[in-house]
């Protein structure tokens, strides 16, 4: 798992650091693909990942190029159902009935049922080996926490991995980080490593004349 939202709160560091690895036949779940330069996409150009669980697949031209030469599989997962099987994951739950994807190409092969004259789709949950995760703070037992668009994934997939290695941009001793401003708890966190260096591109740079 590969967490972040866009191009907001991706572990940057932990990305290149899989990339110089050189390790192969990934299997990733993440929300987005990220962009031609950053985020998840270098690794996919580098023919690094197998498989990707996603629930989108624009702003990114190797992803593109990789699917239509059949050497990226994709598994399509509406956005919200993917962190809800991520999270169904994390709560131990069997799986989850939704109406959402029902008549479409996510329902093929799914068991459907119907509730209420409403037909649903049986969604089951995602767990992986590893999450790679980011926050803005962090301290030496785990503690999280994240600031604004970069909660999204990052919290559901630190409880959703046997192994959960977290970057943050400030490390911390315990007792620095308030209670309430803890958003993941130490739990579940295996590892945590401070980053060096963060670019933070803006995935669509919109600007207008003043």
């Known amino acids: 798992m590969i967490g972040g939202f866009g191009l907001c709160g991706v572990p940057e560091n932990l990305l290149e650091a899989l990339r110089a690895s050189g390790v192969k036949n990934l299997t990733i779940i993440a929300n987005n ?19 990707i669980i996603t629930s989108y697949g624009g702003e990114c031209k190797p992803f593109a190029h990789a699917v ?18 991520i999270r169904a994951a994390g709560a131990g739950i069997a799986g989850f009935y939704t109406p959402v994807g029902c008549g479409t190409v996510v329902a093929e092969g799914k ?62 001793e315990p007792g620095q980080i308030d209670g309430d401003c803890v958003h993941t708890p130490g739990v579940y966190v295996d590892k945590i490593l401070q980053g060096r260096v963060y670019k933070k591109p803006l995935e669509k740079l919109t600007v207008r004349r003043a």
């Not at 990220?34 to 498989?51: A, C, E, F, H, N």
């Not at 994709?74 to 919200?80: D, L």
């Not at 037909?119 to 590893?130: G, H, V």
Request: charged fraction near 25%.
């Open 33 to 51: 693909c990220g962009t031609d330069d950053y985020g998840i996409g270098p690794l996919i150009l580098s023919g690094q990942v197998r498989k």
């Open 111 to 172: 068991e459907t049922r119907e509730f209420d004259g409403r037909e649903y789709l049986l969604e089951r949950p995602l767990f992986a080996d590893f999450a790679l995760i980011k926050a803005h703070r962090g301290d030496t037992l785990g503690n999280l926490s994240y600031r604004k668009t970069a909660r999204n994934f990052n919290p559901v997939m630190a409880t959703a991995a046997k192994t959960v290695i977290a970057e943050v941009e400030t490390l911390v």
């Open 68 to 85: 239509l030469a059949k050497t990226l599989e994709v598994e399509w997962t509406p956005q919200g159902t993917l962190a809800e099987r």
